[in-house]
Each structure stands twice: as C-alpha cells, then as structure tokens.
C-alpha cells in the first residue's frame, strides 16, 4: 500500500490546514476540548457548522448531486486528520450525517427543498427516536404507533436515549404504521416537529452528570403524511441506510491518535505501566488507522470494501475507552474530580484540581463507556461479524 499522498492530495492537505489555521477560533478549538460529553454543546458545534457551511465544506461527505463538495474518500479522510489535528468540534451529527443523507437519497423533491437548506442553515436541530424501552439491538420490535387519519398520522409511544433532544426542533422517527404484518415491514420513517402538542421531553442524566440524553414522550401527536419519508412500510429499509451511515462514513483513527498526542503532551511524559498502556493504545489506533485507510484506497479505485469495515467501529470504541481510562489514571488523584457543573467551559465552572483537562478526565472516561452501545453494542458488532466476516 502506497501511503505517500500524491502531490495534488498533498496541495489539499496544505488547502485545507491553512483554512483550519485561519478560520478555526481559539474558542471554539478551547471548548472543543473541554468538552466531557460525547457531543458537543450545540453553541460550539453550531458556530463551527456556519464556519464551514461559508466554505462550502459543511457536508463534506454528501455526493456532489445531493450539495457535497465532491470529494474523494481519501479528501475526506485527510479533512477529517487535518480537524482531527487541529481540535475542531464535532459537527450536530443526527442531522448532518444521519438524517441529510436519507433525505438526499430517499425524500421528495419537495422535502429535499424544505429540510436540506435548514438543516445546512442550522436553523433545524434533530434528533434521532429510533431506540425504545424495550427496543434497542432488537429495534424492529418498536411499539410507538402511527395511525392514519385523513392525511395525519396520530403517533403515540415513547423513545428513549434522544440525544440532545432538549435542544432539538425536529425529530426523525421510526413508528409502527401496520402491526399486523411482519415486524420489519410495519415500520415507516416519520419527520416530527418537536413544537407538535403532545411532545414531551424528559431529561436523563448519564453517570457522568452530562445532560445529553432524554425520554421523548409522544402522546396522540400530529404528523402530516407529507413528513412521511419513503413509502409506508420502507421505514426498515431506510433505517438500514441510515444505520449503515451512522456505523461507518467517517475515519475513527484520526481523532483516536490526535486525541492520544494531546493527552501525552498534557499528562505526559508517561512513567511505568502507563507508558506500556499509552504505546500499546498508539500502536492499536495506527493499526486501526491502516485499517481504514486500506478500505478508502479501495473505495478509491472503486472496488466494493470487504467486510473490514465491520471491524472499525468496535476496535474504536475498544480504543476510546482506553484512551479515556488511560487519562484518568495519568492524572493521579486530579482525575477523580467531577464537578457537576456543565460544560467545563466558561465562566461558571468551579476552579479545577490541577488542570482544567484533569478536570474533564473523569467525565470523559464515564462518558465513554457508551461508545460501546451507540451505533450498535459491541456485542451486536461481533454477531455481526461472525456471521458476515468469519462465516460462524
Ligand atoms: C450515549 C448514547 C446515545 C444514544 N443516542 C441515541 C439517539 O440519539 N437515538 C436513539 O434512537 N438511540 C440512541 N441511543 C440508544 C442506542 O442505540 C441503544 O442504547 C443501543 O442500540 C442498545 O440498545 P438498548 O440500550 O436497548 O440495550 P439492549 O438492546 O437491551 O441490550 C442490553 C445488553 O444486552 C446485549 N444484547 C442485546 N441483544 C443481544 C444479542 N442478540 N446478542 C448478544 N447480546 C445482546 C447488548 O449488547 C447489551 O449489552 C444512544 C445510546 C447511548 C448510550
């Protein structure tokens, strides 16, 4: 595998390092980091969101028909290094990389030009109300009903886990519109505004102390059946895309090893059995990092990716967690604090016990526990795997 970048490559590297170095504000890079959170607070993710939307680069992984820039797989992965190395936010992802991509490849000409600007724009937030009580791995077996009346849905059930729902207006929605039928068939994809009466939304606090996720309660709510995406009954088929998105799309690596660098410079240098930890998790997101970048050369010369790219997500997560664990223990006693108070940015956070990255430690290490039940628990992951790489 040639790993030297081309020179037309290596001229969009240095394109897009300058823009991160001019157009990237030291607060936004500042609250980046000191976010504890899986997601970013929406004040710093929705400024860098019109940063980039201005460049044009904001749906960098969107396909040129549908508003992307039109870039290659390996542009993506080298903009992605490139933020990952500069500490950009994380961008609101349910829009951006769940909910967009459905609406490009499956919504009406008429949905694309009311939902896609918005969404560009900031000016819609979503969430994400798939999971249940009840349904989360087994999703098909969700309960929340839609029942047609006249050219409404009457949707009534309850999702859990919403992340970031307390800031959203819009919530995309999988619901039972046939109970009758197979569970997969029954299930259609809906577009809630969350100003519908009926909606409720209720706070979960994470062990960590974060509010980022959230009971949604849906009580007789209205729907238009024009906010329908795809036919009734093809909610199953969409979730799949979706879910496929959301597992995949992006590099994990880079972030994994800019994120490793900047604990070694902050914490470091390392003595005794952290240095064995911090070398093996370096060399483990350099495996991973190869990984992905194997399947983007091939992406590249348009071959199919193998079933390698169902590996990615869970070594990630296996990373992450160590990463995180690796933070806490660095900073001695300095990584057991946990203010309660959010985000760790700002006026109002109380002075930390050692450094104000000592003091996220612990949040961050609790925090990422979850990377191995988003997106799929790791035990699913290595179902999957066994079925579909190793042939079990
Ligand atoms: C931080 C975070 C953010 C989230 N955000 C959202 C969101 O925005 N929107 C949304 O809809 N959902 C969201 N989720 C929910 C997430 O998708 C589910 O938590 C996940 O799918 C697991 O479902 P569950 O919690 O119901 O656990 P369960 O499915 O009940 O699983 C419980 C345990 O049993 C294991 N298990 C279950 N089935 C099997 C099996 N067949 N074989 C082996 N082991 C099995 C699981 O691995 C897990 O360890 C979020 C979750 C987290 C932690």
Redo the contacts with the bound molecule.
């Keep these: 595998m040639d790993l030297a970048l081309s020179p037309a490559q290596a001229a969009f590297r240095d394109e897009v390092r300058a823009f991160l170095r001019d157009a990237l504000p030291e607060h936004l890079r500042h609250g980046a980091r000191l976010t504890s959170g ?1 997601f970013v607070e929406p004040d710093i993710g929705r400024e860098w969101q019109a940063i980039l939307e201005a460049r044009g680069w904001l749906v960098y992984h969107w396909p040129r028909d549908a508003g992307g820039p039109g870039w290659t797989p390996i542009q993506r992965w080298i903009f992605e290094k490139e933020c990952a190395e500069a500490g950009t936010p994380a961008l609101p992802g ?1 829009g951006l990389k769940l909910v967009g991509p459905v609406l490009y490849r499956f919504g009406t000409e008429t949905q694309k030009a009311e939902y896609l600007p918005k969404l560009r724009n900031g000016e819609h937030f979503w ?5 249940e009580p009840g349904a ?3 999703l098909a077996s969700l309960r929340t009903r839609a029942v047609r009346d006249g050219d409404h849905y009457v949707v009534t059930g309850q ?1 859990i ?3 970031q729902a307390q800031f959203a207006n819009r919530l995309f929605c999988l619901v039972r519109t046939d109970p009758e039928v197979k569970p997969q068939r029954g299930i259609s994809f809906l577009l809630i505004d969350m100003a519908s009466p009926g909606v409720t939304v209720r706070p979960i606090l994470s062990a960590s102390g974060d509010h ?2 959230n009971e949604v309660f849906l009580d007789e709510v209205r729907v238009p059946v024009a906010n329908r995406v795809g036919d009734e009954g093809q909610g199953w088929t969409i979730a799949k895309f979706l879910l496929d998105n959301e597992r995949g799309g992006s590099s994990f690596g880079p972030q994994l090893i800019a994120d490793l660098a900047r604990l070694r410079a902050l914490a470091g240098p390392f003595e005794g059995e952290l240095v064995t930890r911090a070398t093996r998790l370096a060399l483990e997101a350099e495996a991973l990092e190869m990984t992905e970048l194997r399947t983007l050369i091939e992406l590249e010369a348009g071959t199919p990716p193998g079933p390698r790219t169902l590996v990615t997500k869970l070594i990630a997560s296996e990373i992450r967690q160590g990463i995180d664990e690796l933070a806490v223990d660095a900073f001695g006693l300095a990584g057991l604090q946990l203010p309660a108070e959010r985000p760790f940015y700002g006026a109002d956070v109380p002075a930390p016990v050692g450094s104000r990255d000592a003091q996220i430690a612990a949040g961050r290490y609790l925090n990422s526990r ?1 990377w191995s ?8 992951q290595l ?1 999957v795997i066994a079925k579909n790489a190793v042939g079990l």
């Design positions: 899986v349910m969430a994400q109300g798939f999971s989360g791995s087994d999702k886990w919403t992340t980022e996720l979850a039940i988003f997106g799929g628990t790791s035990e699913i179902t």
